[in-house]
């Protein structure tokens, strides 16, 4: 089982609601990521968290909406979204985003999300 | 021209066989290199990790990075149906955040 774990598996929601997605990891890790992957696409990069605080947002459109309420938790708020954001939303964690050292990610299984 | 390049395939191979996968990439500050596998409707998992270049064997996996040729490649010895999957090449420099940049992945097919 991953060891990064998110919440809900499945959401299929209408272009006027508002829904989170949620994200929780007890590695230690400090530094969390969202990514969007379409069908047979590779991952792309939403945003980038570094000690709870957001450190890279890839011009990523308000409707998407990051917060980190702390080390070990992640959500990402949606509204207003479009059928073309439908997509896998990924949350990923590693150890750190400076010193000297980077070893890859730990990547949730994911949210299906359907945009109705 | 993309950072990173992956033939998408799909590759096909039968069940015993060695599979080679590669990727080869532009920016010369990349130095982490990472191999992730993804089954369908899963996340993509960390499977192979190294640092500059050189080789590392992890059982039936063994990960090539050649620098000099921007080129990096995954073998897959002894090939099972279970390996069947997406195979993600990703590289990092090692800065902003540790950034990462995905190849297009992949898709292999192992025949029983």
């Known amino acids: 089982d991953t060891e990064v774990t998110q919440t809900p598996k499945h959401l299929v929601m209408g272009m006027t609601n508002k829904k989170s997605l949620k994200c929780e990891q007890h590695?230690?890790?400090?530094?969390m990521y969202w990514y969007k992957q379409k069908a047979k696409k590779p991952p792309e990069l939403m945003f980038v968290y570094s000690y709870e605080k957001l450190s890279i947002n890839e011009s990523v459109p308000s409707r998407f909406s990051p917060e980190c309420p702390n080390s070990s938790l992640l959500n990402l708020h949606l509204h207003a979204l479009q059928p073309e954001d439908s997509a896998l939303y990924l949350c990923a964690s590693s150890p750190d985003t400076i010193g000297t050292a980077f070893y890859g990610y730990t990547f949730g299984s994911g949210t299906r999300l359907t945009v109705v | 021209q993309k950072e990173v390049e992956q033939d998408p395939g799909p590759l096909s191979v039968p069940e015993g066989a060695i599979v080679s996968l590669n990727c080869t990439y532009s920016n010369s500050a990349f130095q982490y290199f990472m191999w992730y596998r993804q089954y369908s409707r899963k996340g993509p998992e960390l499977l192979m990790y190294t640092y500059s270049s050189g080789n590392k064997e992890d059982g039936r996996f063994t990960a090539q990075v050649d620098k000099s040729s921007k080129y990096i490649s995954l073998f897959i010895r002894d090939s099972q149906p279970s390996d069947s999957a997406t195979y993600l090449c990703?590289?990092?420099?090692?800065?902003?955040?540790?950034?990462?940049?995905f190849g297009a992945g992949t898709r292999l097919f192992v025949k029983a």
């Open positions: 990703a590289m990092s420099a090692g800065t902003g955040g540790f950034k990462t940049i």
């Open positions: 590695m230690g890790h400090r530094a």
